[in-house]
Every structure is written in structure tokens, then in C-alpha cells.
């Protein structure tokens, strides 16, 4: 018996091999020897040996979809008994190494060489439809050949059969793989199996022949260097062409490959002034001073006008009209605890500092809001602040140009008299003028 599955493997050696030359695919095909065995004790059988077919395809997620084909020759009650059977199943690889247990499970037909009175699909046959399942493993020989061990339990209902077991052991061959783009390399091998390409790249093209595959190629039309990832850098700067604003001057990478000649962090091509270093609010040129004062234009309040950088540029008023006006500011008295401007004599003093910055137009007037030391000191830091706007919304409501007044207050901070005395503490009540910062 041993001698008759040699001759059987031998048999169908040469036409799988045949097979076997081609790529590895999901299509397999599997010839081998099969054993029967009958389970139920009380019937006297012995083994017998006989070969097998199968064909499968696999599905994906470790399924695979075949049929198969076995005919075998034993003894039941000592009388040869012809066995064939024919099976769809359903197999489940557990994993894909080299090592590869699986599971089966499927539906077909037995027939044990003799006619069965039975009613049902197949019933001309003679034969018993069969449930079957088992378990078996797959080893790996070659890429393309791997040796199947399994053994199925296989049951029916029908009169006549017989509940069996089913042991196999073959060889598998895979075979039919695509070359979809017909580069020569099997589609389970090719990296870009949809264009031709070449065997060094895994299938992929190199279209501008720079030795880096198209895949990983950022300008697959155009010859470059690797360290470019595959584009040109005519000016090598280390900006590939396609993203250099500047392809050929070289230049950094913040500025997108443009030169900064003279490094104000303003690119050549932006730079209305290229040869003098200058800001990037002014396109690149310093910014002017055009009255000559030492305070840029971009911070002058006043750019045609000679000035004080304390005074933003602008003249400043002259030390003679502050203290004119201060002398007039000190007819200026509030009542304890209020902001109200009222008297003759303080609408007067108002009315003559208007005329004073009417006749000097430049220069800003801090205005200096003051109180005595009646009261909490956070009060009085608000009354003096109120004080000095007061002061200055009569003024601007004479026609004084507010821009020129800045109001600031110092609560009893900066007495003027003593707060000890009720004369002290009225003169304390009042504003004061000043240029300076």
C-alpha cells in the first residue's frame, strides 16, 4: 500500500511542478493520498489508501474557497468497498508563517460503492451527502509548494453511510498570479503594480532616469539628487527648483531661496533699497528723518518740524510760556473734594492760557492734576485725575486742539503748601503745567 501512494504522488509530481512555475497567487492546487476510517465500533472495516484533488482560491482575511476530490478502496466486514467523495469547504488559516495551523469545514458527497435508497438532492447518484469539519496545518517547502496535513470528521443522516473520518496528506502549489502591468514582476512583489517599471525599484518606474523610483521621486519628470529627493537645484542652495523663488541666485531657506544682500531680513527681489539694511514695514530702506532731528519719521508727530524725541518730535513750548502759563495756572484753585471749574478769576486764567497756545502752536501741555491731604489717597488720585481733565475740556471746548494736552494726576503726592493749614490745603487744590516727559 505504502509502494501505491509513492507511485500516486509520483504520478502527479510533474504536472504540478509544471504548475508551480508560475508567481505565487491566490489560486492553489493540492495533490496528495487519502485514508478513510470508519468511527462506529461496531462495524469492522480496515484502512485503505487512495489519492485526492483539490483546488482553492483564496478570498483574503485568511479564507479560502475550494473543492475537492478523493476516491479510496478499504475493507468493511472483509469485503472491498469503493469510497469516493466530493466536497466544497470553506478553510481558515490561522496565520501565514512558515507554520500555518488551519480550519475546514464543508459540505459533500460520499458514496461507499453502493446504491442507497434515500430521497433528496443527488439522489441518482447513490451517494450520501456528507457535513464534514477538522483541523490540519500548512508547511512551507518553497515559496510556491507547501506540504498539507488535515483530517476532517464527516457525518450524515442518509441510509447507507457510514460516520468516518477523513485523513489527507498532499502537496500544495500555488499559482496564476497577475503581472498587471506586464513589467515581469508578479503583482505580490510590485511596489507600483500598475506601472511598469523596473526590477531594482520593486517594480516602480524611474521616468527621468535619476536612480530614484518614482514613488519616493518629488520631480519624477526631472533629473536631481537624492539629498533633493529627486529634484534639480540649479543654483545649489539647497532649495529644490520647484519651491525656489530664485532658481538661480542663491539664497536661504526662510526666503524661499532668494539672497538677503544686505541680511535686514528683506529678500533681494522685495527690497526696494538691496544695498542698505533697513526694516520690512518700510519695504526694506531705513526709515528717513526729513527735519533732521533725530527722530525717524515712522515716530516723528511732527516729520517737517525740528523737535524733541521727549516731545514725539514735535517742538516743544518754550520754558518763558510754560511759566507764563503756570503763573496764570495758579489763579486755578478747586473746592475741597470737587472738580468744578468756577470764579471769575479761574475762568480767566483758562480763557488767557488758550490765547498763549493759540499764539505758540507747538509742543505738547501736560496737564498736572493735584489735591490736599483731605480724604483717602485713593480717592484723591481719582479727584486730581478729574481735575486735570476737567482743565482740559475747558480748554479744548475754547478751541485749544486736544492732541496738544495730556492730562496726569498725582492725588497729594506733590504738595505745593502745608496740609497742616486750611490755606495750605486750598493751595494744594489745583493744576500745574509742564512740556517735559
Not at 480496515?46 to 483546488?55: C, D, I, N, R
Not at 531680513?265 to 531705513?286: H, I, L, M, R, Y
Not at 514725539?312 to 468744578?340: H, K, Y
Request: glycine share 10%; aromatic share 8%.
Amino acid at each position: 500500500m505504502k509502494n501505491q501512494l509513492i507511485k500516486i504522488i509520483i504520478l502527479f509530481l510533474p504536472f504540478s511542478l509544471l504548475i508551480a512555475q508560475t508567481p505565487n497567487d491566490p489560486w492553489s492546487i493540492g495533490l496528495g493520498a487519502n485514508t478513510i476510517q470508519i468511527v462506529d465500533e461496531t462495524v469492522e472495516s480496515k484502512f485503505g489508501v487512495g489519492p485526492t484533488v483539490s483546488l482553492a482560491r483564496y478570498l483574503g482575511a485568511g479564507f479560502s474557497l475550494g473543492a475537492n476530490y478523493g476516491v479510496n478502496n478499504f475493507e468493511i466486514y472483509n469485503n472491498n468497498t469503493d469510497y469516493t467523495s466530493v466536497n466544497a469547504f470553506l478553510k481558515l488559516n490561522i496565520n501565514s508563517n512558515k507554520f500555518s495551523p488551519h480550519l475546514l469545514a464543508g459540505y459533500g458527497l460520499s458514496d461507499f460503492g453502493k446504491k442507497l435508497n434515500f430521497e433528496g438532492v443527488f439522489k441518482s447518484l447513490g451517494a450520501g451527502r456528507t457535513f464534514f469539519g477538522g483541523v490540519g496545518f500548512d508547511i512551507s517547502i518553497s515559496e510556491k509548494i507547501s506540504l498539507n496535513i488535515a483530517s476532517t470528521y464527516r457525518w450524515s443522516e442518509e441510509k447507507g453511510t457510514y460516520k468516518h473520518l477523513q485523513h489527507m496528506l498532499g502537496l500544495n502549489y500555488n499559482f496564476g498570479q497577475g503581472d498587471s502591468d506586464k513589467d515581469g514582476i508578479p503583482d505580490n512583489k510590485d511596489t507600483c503594480p500598475e506601472e511598469p517599471g523596473l526590477k531594482e525599484f520593486n517594480g516602480c518606474p524611474d521616468t527621468d532616469g535619476d536612480k530614484i523610483p518614482d514613488n519616493k521621486d518629488n520631480c519624477p519628470e526631472d533629473f536631481g539628487a537624492e539629498i533633493m529627493n529627486g529634484c534639480p537645484d540649479t543654483d545649489n542652495d539647497g532649495v529644490a527648483d520647484k519651491d525656489d523663488e530664485c532658481p538661480d541666485e542663491k539664497g536661504p531657506i526662510e526666503f524661499n531661496g532668494c539672497p538677503d544682500s544686505d541680511e535686514d531680513g528683506v529678500a533681494d527681489k522685495d527690497d526696494e533699497c538691496p544695498k542698505e539694511s533697513g526694516v520690512t514695514e518700510n519695504k526694506g530702506c531705513p526709515w528717513p528723518d526729513t527735519d533732521g532731528d533725530g527722530v525717524n519719521d515712522n515716530e516723528d508727530a511732527c516729520p517737517e518740524e525740528v523737535g524733541s524725541s521727549e516731545n514725539s518730535g514735535c517742538p516743544d513750548l518754550s520754558m518763558e510760556v510754560v511759566e507764563t502759563i503756570n503763573q496764570l495756572a495758579s489763579q486755578i484753585n478747586f473746592a475741597a473734594g470737587t472738580d468744578r471749574i468756577q470764579g471769575r478769576a479761574v475762568l480767566e486764567s483758562l480763557n488767557e492760557i488758550k490765547i498763549l497756545l493759540d499764539n505758540n502752536p507747538d509742543g505738547i501741555l501736560i496737564i498736572e492734576g493735584h489735591t490736599s491731604s483731605d480724604g483717602e489717597t485713593k480717592a484723591n488720585l481719582e479727584l486730581s485725575q478729574k481735575r486735570a481733565a476737567a482743565v482740559k475740556a475747558f480748554l479744548v471746548n475754547l478751541g485749544t486742539n486736544p492732541e496738544r494736552l495730556i492730562t496726569e494726576g498725582y492725588g497729594e503726592e506733590r504738595p505745593v503748601a502745608d496740609n497742616d493749614t486750611q490755606q495750605g490745603r486750598a493751595q494744594n487744590r489745583r493744576v500745574q503745567f509742564r512740556t517735559e516727559f
